[in-house]
């Protein structure tokens, strides 16, 4: 009864930080499943060992505008506590403009057996996020302008005390998963505090970003022999994901599916909601295609590109994005198992 209770109060407040908006969008990975600790605290620590990752992703690579985004990620389970613990590193670099955000995050889980195979982890976490750009040095104000020669020389800027400083910001977020031995579905609620991300005096609320994130996996029988001695044959499945954000105004759906053949994994899905348009554009993004590896020595190793159908096209390069991650060896091994089933989702 008091798990059934923790569970609807923690969905009821998710749901409650969920009526606010704003304008602006935070960074994006198309592997979302590679960079597990970014998209839901509540996977801190879901491999019941040591974790740690790294993610790379080059948006536009054919214009000035382009976006780059690095992080890296550690994270482990406590078994004598039923929690997860983490850490998250990101920097993000957007624009022609170079707006440059560093983020610090320390994440908790805690695991809870709601059946036999059922399980929900919520998650909390903890930011801080610095923000950045050269004001006179990669913006053109009016000022600056010769209004005899408009196309000469730019004029010196007039730097004012305080504007365009770094931003410093702290920001909470929570998140949530259920799972079973073949299905999950996870919400997550970034930045519920909505600090101020204002570079001059006045506010601008950086807005929340809700996520919601579910899939399912279907076996499709055993394959070959493992080449180990394991005395095991590899597996087989395919794997149909959803994931939905929203932040601010912008809306998008990640809509396709994983297929794999041990050890080898294809993915392929489409981003975006053509049918919501935002400020009257058309909300289509990119067709995803992914090709990765899962080892049985724990290394993922995964390369994604982003083919876009947007109104900027192909000519922009697309995206290009590559995710490592390592399971660690489980130092509990021996040991009897809390959990009598594995977190689903896949690597990518």
Request: glycine residues 10%; charged residues 15%.
């Amino acid at each position: 009864m008091l798990r059934s209770l923790l569970v609807l109060v923690f969905f009821a407040a998710l749901w409650f930080t969920s009526v606010t908006s704003g304008f602006s969008q935070d960074p994006q990975y198309s592997q979302y499943y590679a960079a597990p600790l970014y998209l839901n605290p509540a996977m801190a620590g879901g491999e019941l060992t040591g974790r740690v990752g790294f993610n790379y992703r080059n948006q536009w690579p054919s214009i000035d505008a382009q976006f780059t985004t690095f992080s890296a990620y550690y994270d482990t389970y406590l078994p004598d506590y039923n929690s997860g613990i983490g850490i998250h590193v990101m920097q993000d670099t957007e624009g022609a403009a170079k707006l440059r955000s560093t983020s610090i995050s320390a994440l908790y889980s805690y695991e809870l057996k709601l059946a036999d195979n059922v399980y929900f982890r919520p998650g909390f976490q903890a930011s801080y996020i610095r923000r950045e750009i050269g004001f006179y040095e990669n913006l053109v104000f009016a000022n600056q302008i010769n209004p005899t020669d408009p196309f000469g020389p730019l004029l010196p800027g007039s730097d004012i005390p305080g504007l365009g400083d770094p931003v410093n910001m702290l920001s909470l977020s929570v998140g949530g998963l259920f799972f079973t031995e073949n299905a999950w579905a996870g919400i997550s609620a970034h930045h519920v505090n909505e600090p101020n991300q204002s570079f001059i005096d006045g506010v601008s609320p950086l807005p929340m970003k809700l996520s919601f994130h579910a899939g399912y996996r279907i076996s499709l029988g055993e394959g070959s022999m493992r080449g180990d001695f394991t005395h095991l044959r590899k597996q087989r499945y395919f794997t149909p994901t959803i994931n939905y954000k929203r932040q601010g105004p912008f809306e998008q759906l990640d809509l396709g599916a994983y297929f794999y053949v041990e050890p080898i994994v294809f993915g392929l899905w489409y981003r975006g909601l053509p049918f919501k348009p935002v400020e009257s554009q058309s909300n289509r993004d990119a067709i995803v295609m992914m090709v990765g590896l899962n080892l049985l020595s724990g290394l993922n190793i995964g390369y994604s590109f982003d083919y876009t159908v947007s109104q900027l096209g192909i000519q922009s390069g697309g995206a290009h994005e590559l995710s490592l991650s390592w399971t660690l060896p489980n130092s509990y091994q021996g040991k009897p198992s809390r959990r009598d089933t594995i977190l689903p989702c896949p690597k990518f």
